[in-house]
């Protein structure tokens, strides 16, 4: 299974449900309109947030922005 996933959700709330779970995140960034994609670091993190945030998921291919660019602040 893909260590990605996008959520219904903000970044705010994946990153809180993340440090909740202890759940290393490797990469996240908002989707166009409404959403977050993220990158777990491990598969077994990825499975943890799924079964966790399962009822948020995105069902199918999503728009993603061609270039995202991480904010300086991280």
């Known amino acids: 299974m ?6 219904s959700l ?6 809180a449900a993340c440090l909740k779970a ?3 995140i490797s990469a996240i960034e908002p989707l166009p309109g409404t959403g977050t994609h993220v990158v777990c670091r491990t598969s077994e993190g990825a ?3 799924r079964d966790a945030l399962g009822q948020h998921l ?3 291919k999503v ?8 904010p300086s602040s991280w």
């Open 2 to 7: 893909s260590r990605a996933m996008n959520l």
């Open 10 to 15: 903000s970044e705010a709330e994946v990153q």
């Open 22 to 24: 202890d759940i290393v």
């Open 47 to 49: 499975d943890a947030l």
């Open 58 to 60: 995105i069902a199918g």
């Open 63 to 70: 728009k993603r922005y061609a270039f995202y660019r991480i």
